[in-house]
């Protein structure tokens, strides 16, 4: 059992930065890999970015590269997901997800959080 809890969401003006954050707690010690999903009002949930227990391997979507960072802080159980340069369309609620390793592969996660909002302006 793992439960995860988000924050950071908000309004922000494009061009601007957030750094949303997901502490993990319960039996963690399975969750090798974390990722972030995103969902947009009436789209379909995509993919974001993923990270392995070290971070010694991240994916991102091509939609948000060079743009978002992925990290996490074992110490802490708590992942992060710094996101530069906003634009609109980035404007969903945003997810973070765990899975035994890090995968794209949004059936491979078994954990979720509630997600928080990110809202951008033009």
């Known amino acids: 059992q793992v439960q995860l809890v988000e924050s950071g969401g908000g309004l922000v003006q494009a061009g601007g930065s957030l750094r949303l954050s997901c502490a993990a707690s319960?039996?963690?010690?399975?969750?090798?890999?974390m990722g972030w999903f995103r969902q947009a009002p009436g789209k379909e949930r995509e993919f974001v970015t993923t990270?392995?227990?070290?971070?010694?391997?991240?994916y991102y979507a091509d939609s948000v590269k060079g743009r978002f960072t992925i990290s996490r802080d074992n110490a802490k159980n708590t992942v992060y997901l710094q996101i530069n340069s906003l634009k609109p369309e980035d404007t969903a609620v945003y997810y973070c997800?765990?899975?035994?390793?890090?995968?794209?592969?949004?059936?491979?996660?078994?954990?979720w959080g509630q997600g928080t909002q990110v809202t951008v302006s033009s």
């Open positions: 319960g039996r963690t010690f399975s969750t090798y890999g």
């Open positions: 990270i392995s227990w070290f971070g010694e391997s991240t």
């Open positions: 997800a765990a899975a035994r390793m890090a995968t794209t592969d949004y059936g491979e996660y078994d954990y």
